[in-house]
């Protein structure tokens, strides 16, 4: 393996590497700094706790007005080129990330909010995935795109049913010098087709209390999957699954008090999953949701309980 004299050198001196660190630091320490940034950001930690984009003038501007967003993102990127110039091995002091064309440069986090810088790139014929789902996931999200153009659709539930829901699509093109504003969890934004690229400054706020996400088909509506929006709640989710792969009879009554509070979701997981391990004890947990009318989940409950007894009778003596 071929590894290059600088980096070599850097093994025995990591002077060099720490020069070069303080330089990118200092880049974006002396852009937030900068008047307006330093506005933008004291008032992004207002909205990051509740606050109105109307109580935010500078932040509110930033989103809204090309010529403003455009100076501050000029700005930062002017000075990071300047100081990655000077020193090429100094790391980006930004939260990035690179996935499946999309770039996201995260430029600051306060609380619920984030403001980032985003580009979608153009991806050749063979890596290109034509979507066939989509999800919705709730919150806000205001975008203002600053170079570059894209064809998306812009898609809302119309009607949302237990396994399905109604969906209504319009497309949209996304240009330099436009504005999208998308907010709840009933509508969402898919990109199409890039031309060349599309580069965005993004301010995103997730809802105070998350709600769960939902994936559906994009050809007939049904319902694909569903995930909680309480990370407490993927983690509980994560922890039924691995114990249900692991056969743990021995957590059944943990899980049938699970069954019995929290989220809808979090209760069906837990209810399933207990009648993984002990069909008796969960198949009784679940009579007792399914005879319950003022129970959320009665219905759905009853609906199972009806199908399991029709393919096992047997469980009809429980």
């Known amino acids: 393996m071929r590894i290059d004299p600088i980096l070599q050198a850097l093994r025995g001196n990591p002077t060099p590497q720490r020069r070069a660190q303080r330089a990118v630091e200092g880049a974006k320490e002396a852009w937030k700094r900068h008047e307006d940034v330093a506005l933008m950001l004291e008032e992004l930690e207002a909205y990051g706790v509740g606050a109105s984009l109307d109580h935010c003038p500078m ?19 002017s ?36 403001l980032s810088l985003v580009c979608y790139e153009r991806l050749l014929e ?40 109604v969906l209504d699509r319009r497309s949209e093109t996304l240009a330099a010098g436009g504005t999208l504003s998308i907010t709840g969890e009933r509508m969402t934004k898919l990109v199409r087709n890039v031309h060349g690229r599309l580069v965005m400054l993004r301010l995103s706020r997730a809802p105070a209390q998350p709600q769960t996400a939902r994936e559906f088909r994009l ?10 929006g309480q990370r407490e709640e ?71 309980r009806a199908s399991l007894i029709e393919a096992h009778p047997q469980l009809s003596q429980i």
């Open 59 to 77: 932040l509110d501007s930033v989103i809204n007005e090309p010529h403003r967003a455009a100076i501050l993102v000029n700005d930062l990127c």
């Open 79 to 114: 000075r990071m080129g300047k100081a990655l110039d000077n020193e090429p091995l100094g790391q980006v002091p930004f939260r990035h990330q690179y996935a499946g064309g999309i770039s996201v440069v995260q430029l600051a986090e306060y609380g619920r909010a984030a």
């Open 126 to 165: 063979d890596r290109r995935e034509t979507a066939q789902t989509v999800c919705f996931v709730g919150g806000e999200r205001h975008e203002i795109y600053l170079a570059g153009s894209a064809s998306s659709e812009i898609i809302e539930i119309i009607e949302e049913h237990s396994d399905h829901a």
């Open 219 to 228: 050809d007939n509506g049904q319902l694909v999957h569903r995930a909680s």
């Open 234 to 304: 993927s983690r509980l989710e994560l922890a039924m699954a691995l114990l249900g792969q692991m056969g743990r009879t021995d957590a059944a009554d943990a899980l049938e008090d699970i069954a019995f509070k929290g989220s809808d979701h979090i209760r069906w997981q837990a209810l399933r999953t207990c009648l993984s391990l002990d069909t008796a004890r969960g198949f009784a947990a679940l009579s007792r949701i399914a005879s319950n009318p003022a129970d959320s989940l009665s219905e759905v409950a009853g609906s199972l």
